[in-house]
């Protein structure tokens, strides 16, 4: 059999545990008259002197809450992380079984049952044994270890360094303290709730603390379930859970373990046939462990990036803490509960869609990212990319779909379709020009003409010429855009995208004539809530990623509610809508969700291809999807191999349309009624204009551009 290890004992120490035998003899009546008559000098004095020392310590002791694990959870409530400095969950008592309680007793306290916090009888052997040869021997109850694991705890939680050291440091003054807090705990606590609570808190391993962990860490079973020699190996851990931990050193925890079961023994907590039996099992052969990391790095991958950016909104919330350091402390140690807006259906429909269309570590070197959102509350419902969240090659912990800021290409028309919308022009206006050059006075803000660079706008063939807003949009013919943009106040396109949460910077962005057709970034979240405000009746709400954060008790620290306001009138809200719903109808014959659920939606595709996008909404679903090079964002993306099949140009409406968005939306409403846009009264169209009117409209707009040329 082991033995415990033995330790050197120093004179202040042996001092101790006398002062704390005679403390305790005196104040439990069991200290003969007489015992220790020979002592003398120094000795004497300070037995004498005792007295006043333990009367001057405070008569209570607060039991704190340990630290403990907290969770964030998805819709559903199933956990997608945990955070903690300390492993530890903690558990009542009935939910942890008899013999890791018969277990923990045998070995640190026998008399636990008997004693009144402190034990004078193990006090006496541990100083008989510490004079003699027969090494150390410890003298603390279960109760002063609770008392002292405690006092650590406190002072972990409050970030006091100095009371850490205190209640560990090694001088008669801890000591004295120590039995004084333990024999006031056994007045107002019970045996049961004493070693429950010292269950919960003692340390099991590196960064296990408690049983519960400890048992799901090491047999990944509840503590509940524990056999005898599961919780033999357990009791183990507590005199050295690093010596001991048997991932790391199996023999010494098996050594260690057949000495508590050979304690049971001789105690009657277990039979002979029981040791026997247990001795026989090698401890590599009990163990099935439960690795979890800590934080987001934990989570399944696909789940990791929406935790990470729940994370960020959590810190970033004062209703946590003054500071950040002070939302971090709570996290990892206060055992709270974040309930999130994450639905999992939807979140496994997303992933789906962008591994199924470019999988993970495809040879193209492409990623993909989506993010949908309830447009009535601004819930974020699923955000995925193709990526393997970590630090590790070919990992990444960049989160596209919150934080990657892309070239947004021709969804940004949609912004100049409302300025047009807002200032009263019809749908029907004819747009467009045969003429592709805009000079450098061709702008105009609050009326008056702004400078910019001159502007010749490049297009696909086939998208010359005069057209009404529907096809012009359907068809994305960006002449027709920036032909409308030069009849608007120019400035007001960009403070209703900045309006809509689209930023540079955190500022409006620059207006000029290129970003009209989609060099302004955005990410995709920051798309899919711009878009989902035409479907909320140009109510913009802000994502939202957390429902409630619970404390230990289930008591509410906050509950998140929608945060929106208007943003755009709602008849103009409705006309935007139709006008996409009716192009998407007409022109995007290749996406189309299941059941015929109409939608409302805009693709767009930057230069070279770089960067697609697909992003639309019903009622009560937006989502906008992106395709590109997350690290490098302008590098083209043109005659390319993805998933075994060759593109030589990638569209996001012939691309992610179908390929994602379709199936992701199809997916993700599977099962929900189907819900009707809110449309409005366009007009009607004006009658055919016949060839003749043509060509003096054209005569006119060729003797017009002759001025325009003259004033250059």
Not at 130 to 158: C, H, K, M
Not at 406 to 426: A, C, M, N, R
């Given at each position: 059999?082991?033995?415990?290890?033995?330790r050197?004992?120093?004179?202040?120490?042996?001092i101790?545990?006398?002062?704390?035998?005679?403390?305790?003899?005196?104040?439990?009546?069991v200290?003969?008259?007489?015992?220790f008559?020979?002592?003398?000098?120094?000795?004497?004095?300070?037995?004498?002197?005792?007295p006043?020392?333990?009367?001057?310590?405070?008569?209570?002791?607060?039991?704190?809450?340990p630290?403990e694990?907290?969770?964030m959870l998805?819709?559903t409530?199933?956990?997608?992380?945990?955070f903690?400095?300390?492993?530890?969950?903690?558990?009542?008592s009935a939910?942890?079984s008899d013999?890791?309680?018969?277990a923990?007793?045998?070995?640190?306290?026998?008399?636990?049952?008997?004693h009144?916090?402190?034990?004078?009888q193990?006090?006496?052997r541990?100083l008989?044994n510490?004079?003699?040869?027969?090494?150390?021997?410890?003298a603390?109850?279960?109760?002063?270890?609770?008392?002292?694991n405690?006092?650590?705890?406190?002072?972990?939680?409050?970030?006091?360094?100095?009371?850490?050291?205190?209640?560990?440091?090694?001088t008669?003054?801890?000591k004295?303290?120590?039995?004084k807090?333990?024999?006031?705990?056994?007045?107002k606590?019970?045996?049961?709730d004493?070693?429950?609570?010292?269950?919960?808190?003692?340390?099991?391993?590196?960064i296990?603390?408690?049983?519960?962990?400890?048992?799901?860490r090491?047999?990944?079973k509840?503590?509940?379930?524990?056999?005898y020699?599961?919780?033999?190996?357990l009791a183990?851990?507590?005199?050295?859970?690093?010596?001991?931990?048997?991932?790391?050193?199996?023999?010494?925890?098996?050594?260690r373990r057949?000495?508590?079961?050979?304690?049971?023994r001789?105690q009657?907590?277990?039979?002979q046939?029981?040791?026997?039996?247990?001795?026989?099992?090698?401890v590599?052969?009990?163990?099935?462990?439960?690795?979890?990391p800590?934080g987001?790095?934990?989570?399944?991958?696909?789940?990791?990036?929406?935790?990470?950016?729940?994370?960020?909104?959590f810190?970033?919330?004062?209703?946590?803490?003054e500071?950040?350091a002070?939302?971090?402390?709570?996290?990892?140690t206060?055992?709270?509960?974040?309930?999130t807006?994450?639905?999992?259906?939807?979140?496994?429909?997303?992933?789906?869609?962008?591994?199924?269309?470019?999988?993970?570590?495809?040879?193209?070197?492409?990623?993909?990212?989506?993010?949908s959102?309830?447009?009535?509350t601004?819930?974020?419902?699923?955000?995925a990319?193709?990526?393997?969240?970590?630090?590790?090659?070919?990992q990444?912990?960049?989160?596209y779909g919150?934080?990657?800021?892309f070239q947004?290409?021709?969804?940004?028309?949609?912004?100049?379709?409302?300025?047009w919308?807002?200032?009263?022009?019809?749908?029907?206006?004819?747009v467009?020009?045969?003429?592709?050059?805009?000079?450098?006075?061709a702008f105009?803000?609050?009326?008056?003409?702004?400078?910019t660079?001159?502007?010749?706008?490049?297009?696909?063939?086939?998208?010359?010429?005069?057209?009404?807003?529907?096809?012009?949009?359907g068809?994305s013919?960006n002449?027709?855009f920036?032909?409308m943009?030069?009849?608007?106040?120019f400035?007001?396109?960009?403070?209703?995208?900045?309006?809509?949460?689209?930023?540079?910077?955190?500022?409006?962005?620059?207006?000029?004539?290129?970003?009209?057709i989609?060099?302004?970034?955005?990410?995709?979240?920051?798309?899919?809530?711009?878009?989902?405000?035409?479907a909320?009746?140009?109510?913009?709400?802000?994502?939202?990623?957390?429902?409630?954060?619970v404390?230990?008790?289930?008591?509410?620290?906050?509950?998140?509610?929608?945060?929106?306001?208007?943003?755009?009138?709602?008849?103009?809200?409705?006309?935007?809508?139709?006008?996409?719903?009716?192009?998407t109808?007409?022109?995007?014959?290749?996406v189309?969700?299941?059941?015929?659920r109409?939608?409302a939606a805009?693709s767009?595709t930057?230069?070279?291809?770089?960067n697609?996008?697909?992003?639309g909404?019903?009622p009560?679903?937006?989502?906008?999807?992106?395709?590109?090079h997350?690290?490098?964002?302008?590098?083209?993306?043109?005659?390319?191999v993805i998933?075994?099949?060759?593109y030589?140009?990638?569209?996001?409406q012939t691309?992610?349309?179908?390929?994602?968005?379709?199936?992701?939306?199809?997916a993700?409403?599977s099962?929900?009624?189907?819900?009707?846009?809110?449309l409005?009264?366009l007009?009607?169209?004006?009658?055919?204009?016949?060839r003749?009117s043509?060509?003096e409209?054209?005569?006119?707009?060729e003797?017009?551009?002759?001025?325009?040329?003259d004033?250059?």
């Amino acid at each position: 059999m082991s033995q415990s290890r033995t330790r050197l004992i120093r004179p202040a120490q042996l001092i101790g545990l006398l002062l704390a035998f005679l403390s305790v003899s005196s104040l439990m009546g069991v200290l003969g008259a007489g015992l220790f008559a020979p002592l003398t000098g120094s000795a004497a004095i300070t037995v004498k002197a005792m007295p006043s020392v333990f009367n001057e310590l405070p008569h209570e002791i607060n039991v704190t809450d340990p630290a403990e694990e907290s969770l964030m959870l998805d819709a559903t409530g199933a956990v997608i992380a945990r955070f903690y400095d300390k492993q530890r969950i903690v558990v009542p008592s009935a939910n942890i079984s008899d013999s890791m309680k018969n277990a923990i007793i045998a070995i640190e306290d026998k008399r636990f049952k008997e004693h009144r916090g402190v034990d004078p009888q193990g006090i006496l052997r541990a100083l008989v044994n510490n004079l003699g040869d027969s090494g150390t021997q410890g003298a603390s109850t279960i109760t002063q270890q609770f008392v002292r694991n405690s006092l650590q705890e406190r002072g972990y939680l409050e970030g006091d360094a100095e009371q850490v050291a205190a209640a560990t440091e090694q001088t008669t003054q801890r000591k004295l303290r120590e039995i004084k807090y333990a024999l006031a705990i056994e007045q107002k606590m019970s045996k049961d709730d004493i070693l429950t609570g010292y269950l919960n808190i003692a340390p099991f391993g590196p960064i296990t603390y408690g049983v519960e962990a400890a048992a799901q860490r090491y047999f990944s079973k509840h503590a509940s379930d524990l056999t005898y020699i599961e919780s033999a190996l357990l009791a183990g851990l507590v005199q050295s859970p690093v010596e001991y931990d048997p991932l790391t050193y199996p023999e010494a925890a098996q050594e260690r373990r057949n000495t508590v079961l050979e304690v049971m023994r001789d105690q009657e907590y277990i039979t002979q046939e029981e040791y026997d039996a247990g001795i026989a099992v090698p401890v590599a052969d009990m163990l099935k462990p439960t690795r979890t990391p800590e934080g987001c790095s934990g989570a399944d991958s696909k789940l990791a990036y929406f935790c990470d950016y729940v994370v960020g909104q959590f810190l970033n919330d004062k209703a946590f803490g003054e500071n950040e350091a002070e939302r971090e402390h709570l996290l990892k140690t206060g055992g709270i509960t974040i309930r999130t807006t994450l639905d999992p259906a939807k979140q496994d429909a997303a992933y789906s869609a962008l591994t199924s269309t470019i999988p993970v570590d495809d040879e193209s070197d492409l990623d993909d990212a989506l993010v949908s959102l309830d447009p009535k509350t601004g819930n974020i419902v699923a955000m995925a990319q193709n990526t393997t969240y970590g630090v590790e090659a070919g990992q990444t912990m960049s989160n596209y779909g919150a934080k990657g800021k892309f070239q947004v290409g021709s969804t940004f028309k949609v912004f100049t379709l409302i300025q047009w919308l807002k200032e009263g022009h019809s749908v029907y206006d004819p747009v467009g020009s045969p003429n592709r050059h805009y000079h450098a006075h061709a702008f105009s803000c609050d009326g008056q003409p702004i400078t910019t660079t001159p502007f010749d706008v490049n297009d696909l063939p086939g998208k010359d010429g005069v057209m009404n807003s529907i096809r012009a949009t359907g068809l994305s013919v960006n002449q027709a855009f920036v032909n409308m943009a030069s009849r608007v106040d120019f400035c007001q396109i960009f403070q209703t995208a900045y309006d809509f949460g689209i930023d540079e910077n955190g500022k409006v962005p620059n207006a000029y004539p290129a970003a009209v057709i989609g060099t302004v970034t955005a990410s995709p979240l920051q798309l899919a809530n711009a878009f989902g405000a035409m479907a909320n009746d140009g109510n913009l709400c802000k994502p939202q990623s957390m429902t409630t954060v619970v404390d230990r008790d289930e008591t509410t620290l906050k509950e998140y509610q929608p945060d929106c306001h208007q943003v755009l009138a709602t008849d103009v809200a409705h006309k935007v809508s139709t006008v996409l719903s009716r192009s998407t109808a007409q022109y995007y014959t290749n996406v189309r969700i299941a059941d015929g659920r109409p939608y409302a939606a805009k693709s767009g595709t930057t230069d070279n291809n770089s960067n697609t996008w697909f992003a639309g909404y019903t009622p009560s679903l937006a989502t906008a999807a992106w395709v590109g090079h997350a690290n490098a964002s302008t590098t083209p993306a043109r005659n390319v191999v993805i998933n075994g099949r060759y593109y030589s140009e990638l569209f996001g409406q012939t691309f992610i349309g179908p390929n994602i968005w379709s199936p992701y939306m199809s997916a993700a409403l599977s099962g929900t009624p189907i819900e009707n846009l809110e449309l409005a009264n366009l007009g009607s169209p004006p009658p055919p204009v016949s060839r003749d009117s043509e060509k003096e409209k054209q005569d006119e707009d060729e003797a017009e551009e002759e001025t325009d040329t003259d004033d250059r």
